[in-house]
């Protein structure tokens, strides 16, 4: 078996950063449906594992080789769902169960976990001492991500988190609801069965985006850049690039895992690359 050891947790650790500094909430809407976005951990990384990012490019846009590192996770209040998008790093790492204590939400009232994809940063904290943290939520998950995972390379952490939520994991296709108002959306390439959420409610629109991009200040420029924990780049690439063009295009809001806190904006095109214009 091979335990999956999120590189990104090891950048968090060594921004010197306080991760008290993070668990805070930010709550807003789209069209009817509450929204509030959770800070799991904040910090400082480096641009050390982007692929074919060269020393001019460097120069122009992280000329400190400073980057922000953000995780974040999405909580979506329906009319009749409670759905949690991502479950952060886990307690002894990250502080996302904090930051639902602050925002007043019980993790006993949580109907659904959705999985964007199986790396460490997003599902550490499906379990709690071995047990679900979400005692009372179907694990929804991409069945290419669950095949991925459990089946092939039988990676333990994923292992343990879906055998423990055993009967209330759910497999979906790229493109089915999660809830009349969530749609998943294939953006493959990171992983085999990534997956983003498009939720809808009226005329708005909003994209959680999972790991579709990491390093923001360099992959709206230059979208074309992947990043080693990519296990897929050139897809990577190409669904990056695809995702923006269309969320350009239909103005969709966007939610983004690794976005800084708390990661809610707009993408517009600029150039031959787009620009990230967060919420005011």
Partial sequence: MRVLIS???IIVAMSGVALSETGGFAAFTVGGVKVISLSD???NGDTSKLIGYTAEQKAKYTPDDKIIF?????LVVTKNKTVLIDAGMGKNAGKMFDALTKAGVNPKNINIVAITHMHGDHIGGLLTDGKPSFPNAELWISAPEKKYWYDETKN???VKAIDAYGKKVKLFKQGDKITPEIAS???I???PGHT???LTSGSDSLLIWGDLMHVYEVQFPLPQIA???DTDAKTAVSSRLRILDEAVKNKWRIAGVHLPFPGIGYATKDGDGYKWNPDK
Avoid: C, F, K, R
Wanted: hydrophobic share 35%; aromatic share 16%.
């Fill in 185 to 187: 959306l294939e953006t």
């Fill in 156 to 158: 333990e952490s994923a």
């Fill in 70 to 74: 953000s995780v974040n996770a999405y």
């Fill in 189 to 191: 390439g990171h992983t």
């Fill in 41 to 43: 951990t904040y910090g």
């Fill in 196 to 198: 983003s959420y498009l």
């Fill in 227 to 229: 990043i080693t924990y």
């Fill in 7 to 9: 590189a990104l947790l």
